[in-house]
């Protein structure tokens, strides 16, 4: 400690496939999209996150968005390493939240599902950026200590985080992961249905974009109370009998059945997992309820759809976006749960 413990500082990050963020003791301080621009005729890296998002589609073709991250393991490691960098360097630039001198810790949540190599490659890449001690928290276990769940208590409490890639379902209870499940269903396959359904349906041609904003515009999982036929939008797109720009108009009803298989999975992994949980936790849960979290957990009435198919009570958490990184950063300062932090090295999540 001595010289360079006033520049210690905690850091948390949640390395989504479709969000990275930072936080510092005092809050959030970077979230951006975990997404790489690469000029595909060189594999140089043109742009991070934000700005790199923002180059999609518009530039020429040769330059291409990668999600290093993006079905939960690292698909391309190289690239996951240059954004994890970049986005501690930028971080660390911007707000000055730690000195490299100082080696910081660092909890960093990631994908369950993500391989020892992987892990180990994280985690380089986060010493490689300035970090002291790197921590290696499984997604569910941040999520869950980021929504305000008792992870340490011997009670059983649910998490089922719905990101971009992933969906992760766990039982945690005693500072550990008691049962989880990993499925490559999540908010992207959610948009894919939707590209799939109005190409089925209308014959017209959208992109990855526009299918996300009818899904967080118009989409839901469960007819909500107040629906009406007014809930609709048009939607542009090209008409693929032709190849000529056309705009067609969507309702509420038609996105949610669009929607309905990868939901279905989705609530299936929950029902999966409520199977599975040992007769003295189940209590817990039934009267506590599942928390849901990650940015799917957004989507209208999917509170409701998860409550309605399991009979067991669904509690939005506060923020879900942040929860992760809320945990990853919390982990770190708070005592209560050091135990957690022992654990953290010896949990792996069971893979479907
Ligand atoms: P990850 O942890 O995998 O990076 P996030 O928790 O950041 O993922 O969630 C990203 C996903 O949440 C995306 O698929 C995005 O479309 C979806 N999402 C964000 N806001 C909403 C919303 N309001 N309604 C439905 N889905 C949403
Ligand atoms: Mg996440």
Redesign the pocket.
């Known amino acids: 400690m001595g010289l360079f413990s006033k520049f210690s500082k905690n850091i948390g990050i ?1 390395l ?5 963020l930072v936080c510092s003791e005092e809050g959030i301080i970077l979230r951006e999209p ?1 997404v790489v621009a690469v000029n595909s005729l060189t594999s140089e890296v043109l742009a991070v996150g934000e700005e790199a998002k923002a180059m999609i589609g518009k530039t020429p073709s040769h330059i291409v968005a990668v999600r290093p ?1 993006r079905d ?1 393991v690292i698909a391309d490691f190289g690239y996951a390493e240059i954004m994890l960098r970049y986005f501690l360097e930028k971080a660390n630039t911007s707000k000055g939240i730690f000195k490299p001198i100082s080696k910081p810790r660092i909890a960093i949540g990631v ?1 369950s599902g993500i391989t020892e190599v992987e892990r180990r490659a994280v985690r380089e890449a986060a010493e490689n950026a300035g970090a002291g001690t790197v921590y290696l928290l499984d ?1 569910p276990m941040a999520a869950a200590i980021g929504a305000g769940l008792a992870v340490a208590e011997p009670i059983g409490s649910m998490i089922v ?6 969906t992760e379902v766990a039982v945690i209870s005693l500072s550990g992961v008691v049962i989880s499940e990993s499925i490559r269903i ?3 396959e ?2 894919s249905s939707i590209i799939v359904y109005m190409k089925k349906v209308y014959n017209l041609s959208i992109g990855e974009t526009t299918a ?1 904003n009818i ?2 515009k118009l ?1 839901s999982a469960f007819k909500i109370s107040d629906e009406s036929d007014e809930d609709q939008m048009e939607v542009r797109g090209l008409n693929l009998l032709n190849g000529l720009p056309r705009t067609v108009i969507v309702n509420r009803a038609e996105i949610r059945e669009a929607m309905v298989e990868p939901l279905t999975s989705i609530v299936e992994s929950v029902k999966r997992t409520l199977e599975r949980i040992p007769p003295e936790l189940a209590a817990d849960i039934y009267d506590r309820g599942i928390v849901i ?4 957990a ?3 009435g999917l509170d409701e759809m998860i409550a309605h198919e399991t009979e067991v009570p669904v509690h939005i958490a506060d923020d ?2 942040s929860c ?1 990184v809320l945990g990853a950063g919390r982990i770190l300062t708070d005592k209560t749960l050091r135990r957690v932090l022992e654990l953290t090295t010896t949990n792996h999540a069971h893979l479907v």
């Open positions: 949640d989504g496939t479709a969000n990275t975990s991250l939960g994908p997604e985080d719905i990101g971009g890639g992933t999540a908010g992207d959610l948009n996300e899904k967080i989409g979290a990650g940015g799917g957004l989507l209208k879900p976006l992760v």
